[in-house]
């Protein structure tokens, strides 16, 4: 009896030491929330800057608490300046995306299409800056502007096309159209009747948040 025993506890202490070895060589992989953080990069205008609203209830800072309340260990740089053009983004480019952002959210045009500018010059600008970033290894996600419908037919059919087809060029994520579901709408826009508040960002983030994630997937199978 007392031999017995003593045999079954050295199966049991080796048996219990093979596992031990096992979890220590080939352990689970970390949660989530103990991975490197993905960092991306929210370049825009106002509608990314958040114009007359706290920092808080800007896009990028919305939709990084999104992220992170679907597990998501992610952190969203805001790279926004209110009356940007597609060119002053490219110009600002390289001070501010850092080399070590892992995606970028381009979110330019809606002033250049505000201000009547010539679509073929937005689009040089716009397809600049997706260039370089994949030049850099840095992937985008475009994030489409759609012209007024008051603009007229050329002019609406030539800025349509600009984001689609850079997207298709380079292989890139596109969101069609940034202000999906709250451009016009009073009720989630500010007394400008062109910013959304603090309700329409919100919004803004619940529509796109597929796509980013699908994003931050595309960037992990990458990596």
Known sequence: MIRQFGLNMT?????????????????????????????????????????????????????????RERGHNVNVINAGVSGDTAAGGLARLDWSVPEDADGVIVALGANDMLRGFDPAVTKEAIDSIVSRLKERGTDVLLAGMLAGRNMGPEYISQFDSIFPTIAERYDVMLYPFFLEGVAGETSLNLDDGIHPNRAGVELMVEQMLPTVEAFIARLNTAS
């Open 11 to 67: 199966r049991l202490f080796a048996a219990f030491s093979i596992a031990a070895m096992t979890a220590f060589t080939f352990g689970a992989a970390p949660p989530a929330s103990a991975q490197e953080p993905i960092t991306l990069v929210a370049l825009g205008d106002s509608l990314t800057a958040g114009y007359n609203l706290p920092s808080s209830a800007a896009f990028p800072n919305v939709l990084e608490a999104a992220l």
